[in-house]
């Protein structure tokens, strides 16, 4: 069975910065693209930036230049490294797997980020 957890949200101040993880369970992580999304209050679900298999990364706009992803295979874990951040990048975070082979798609539970001005 596919599992997805999340780590790393929490509170932080406008400028600051923090980590997420999500590691990826019972699955050969390889074989996944990865990706971050959000969802704030009110809105829909967001991507945030996806890397493929190949390791190549792709970023929403408003994410270039302040986000990184990343993932290491050794680990199962795909990072999101947040940089620079600002009140509207709060939002409950969520990783995804997508397994190309059989086009399923895969969530965590969603890790709170709250960015305080």
């Known amino acids: 069975q596919v599992q997805l957890v999340e780590s790393g949200g929490g509170l932080v101040q406008s400028g600051g910065s923090l980590r997420l993880s999500c590691v990826v369970l019972g699955t050969d992580f390889s074989l996944y693209g990865l990706g971050w999304h959000r969802q704030a209050p009110g809105k829909q679900r967001d991507m945030v930036a996806t890397m493929a298999r190949s390791g190549t990364p792709n970023y929403q706009d408003s994410a270039k230049g302040r986000f990184i992803i990343s993932r290491d295979n050794a680990k199962n874990t795909v990072y999101l490294q947040m940089n620079s951040l600002k009140p509207e990048d709060t939002a409950v975070y969520y990783c995804?797997?997508?397994?190309?082979?059989?086009?399923?798609?895969?969530w965590g539970q969603g890790t709170q980020v709250t960015v305080s001005s």
């Open positions: 995804s797997a997508f397994h190309f082979g059989s086009s399923r798609l895969f």
